[in-house]
């Protein structure tokens, strides 16, 4: 055998390396932009299927670098979940034309998008335009932090998984069910817990708890923000200490992939406190499930409202 | 046994899944008429499945109003599509043929500047600059994007670009999005897939001029034209691309358009958490006269790094390029660029730049040298205010400085930019 059979050999050996165990394997390639919508697939896929989300927890989803590696990630992927709304429009429209997989286009058969299984809030009506900062134009792509729309989303997950791989069916309903039994009770201790701050106001440092608030009955006194994007001037800010006074405000909840600067300067000037929360599934060590990343997130604001 | 071996492998197992899949709960338009039938499941019998049958029918066609059911569907949806099925009134939707717009953008970017030398004798470039020692304001470039999906197997990216004096289509191409073995076919005017930059619009650019080395060695502006692209993924691990190309092209202004061959092989690593190397090889050969060739090679690294969280991160970016003429009288050369840049946060980005290339204009053969710094305002993520200031050095001594100061925008539904 000459040296370049070898090389070719060994090239070969390399390639099938590279291919083979991940094909081998029978389950379902399930590949999400977030960690949270990651969580939900494993939730209701269990064994059957391999997640795997292309942006971590402690990212700002809106900002993820469209790194080509992650087109090699979608190329196998035998389902791709995405939030929608424009969330992940900077970053995943030239991964998925890279992929070669022309089925996780958006309407695709392997494409769900989770917003479709949601009530969509903060849906502008009027005229839309930059003025208004860097907006979502179909609404806002937060929702996953409401447990109830949650479950939406690990419901149409379950029934994309049942037609793309119609043998687990069974499997899938059943586990959507358990996940609904746990989540369902996990919400009642959530809002047993957050009962004595329903009410209560807070700022947000961009429009990320919308559907938290929608779900928990706390209501939002402003966000840092005064547009989607647009970083707080000074007056703004000043705005904000005076509602704080005037209206009692708590809490500034603040993702941590934020910077805590205007935060803080309206921490100071009044009694709201700053709440710093996990912007999703592993948003902090630990973190690697839904239901431990939603409680961690309401036992800080109750705690910060009380 | 070897990798055309495994590229059919590859193939048969890319195809099989898709084969053997269950029916897409929602067809696309194509699929419908023949979809629908195979979903109604166990054969109607009496009147009352009929009822229910015709009943869906109407539905299909779009008599019936969207029930609410239909509307949580499990949907392969996309973001837009849930809204509008809530809201479905009689008489449908008359916005309706907007949705099928294509995304349209126009990015504009304008520049005053300023040199001490005569950048237009001794060291003639694209991009702007003015009569020696006058501050000179000039329009650059308007650049119009139109970009949709043309039908489930394509989409087309067209790029108008209206310059002082002249309208061109900068690219207009189609790009296949499912072709198997992880094979890519782009078709049309496109930019020749040659190193980083040439592939690149002007408005991804940190700097705002182009390496001298890019100007004076591959094409006066990119080095592009009508062809065929043809990208294949390999199937490893790592982002490994092979793209080959055919094109006519036109390097310089007075160059007729002929036939080139590019080849390019661009790799991608993982170096650490939230840090990537990509090397890319590239080579094309043109046809200058009947056994006579433009031989263009080129190496290029770009390094970035970028904490997980927040919107800072560090790119180092380097090209070389040769170009050897065989057979034919031309100007043998070599040159290339490096630069570093830093963004610091959402707002602000500096960075710096060494140039190399061949003097051209009046200057004395050899090599010219520029050694450049930029400072960029992002005041919001559509717009960028840059001010390049930079030092060249002809090689018969004579140096002087230019600066630069740009403004850009961006309107409209821009698709985002590849890595």
Redesign the interface.
Known sequence: MSSLDLK??A??AL??A??LPD?AAAAVKVVTTTEGLAALAREVGGDRVQVESLS?G???PH?V?????L??KL??A?LLVDV???LE??????LV???????I?????????A???VQ?LD?PTGPVS?AQG?LHP??NPHFLTDPRRALKVA??IA??LS??D?AGAGTYAQRLRDFEKRLQAAQARWEQELAPVKGRKLFTRHRTMTYFLDWTGIVSAGELEPRP???PPPGHLAELVLVAQREGVKAISVE??Y?TKSAEVVSRHSSAKIVLVPGDVGGEPGLDSYEKYVGLVVSRIAGALR | ???P??AT??AG??VL??AA??????P?QPEAAQGAPRTQGPEPQGAEAREKLEEEIAKGLGQGGPGPAAA????????????AASQGGPGGNPMARLLLLPDISAIGSFAGAYDSYGVGSRSPREGPFGPKDTLTFRFEELELGLQS?VD??A?ADVFVSFTPGAVDVEEAYL?T???PA???VKAGKLFSPFGRQNSQHPHVWDFVDAPLARGRLLAAETLSGPGVDLAW???????T?LQLAAQSTAPGPDDAERLTGVARLLQ?F?VAEGT?L?VGLSAARRSEAPGAYRDLGGVDVYL?S?P????S?VTLQGELFTRRFRNVAGESGTGGYAQLFVRK???FGYGVRYDRAPAAGDAAPGSEDRFGAIGIWYP???QRIRLQLSYDRAPDGRDGLEALLALEFG?GAH?????
């Not at chain 1, 670098?65 to 590696?69: E, K, Q």
């Not at chain 1, 429009?89 to 030239?94: A, K, M």
């Not at chain 2, 997980?308 to 919107?311: A, D």
């Open positions: 070719r050999l090239l070969a390639l099938l590279a291919v094909r971590r402690v990212q700002d900002f670098d469209a790194n080509p590696m087109a090699v190329r196998n035998d929608g709304l424009d429009i900077g970053w995943l429209p030239p034309n890279q992929s070669r997989n022309g089925e286009q958006p309407s695709g058969a392997r494409r769900l998008t917003a479709s299984a969509v849906v930059r860097d179909g609404g419901e149409a029934g994309k037609a793309l119609g994007g647009v970083p941590n992939y910077d | 046994m070897s990798s071996w495994v492998l590859v197992l890319v899944p898709s899949r269950a029916a897409d709960p929602q696309s949580a569907a499990q949907g392969a949806a996309s973001a837009g599509q849930p809204a999906i489930p197997y989409r790009t999005l499912s072709l992880g094979l890519q993924l390999a199937p490893l691990p790592w982002f691309e991608y993982p990537t990509g970035r970028r997980l969280q927040g919107r991160y946060d959402a707002f919001s993520e559509f309107i698709g985002a930019h590849p890595f």
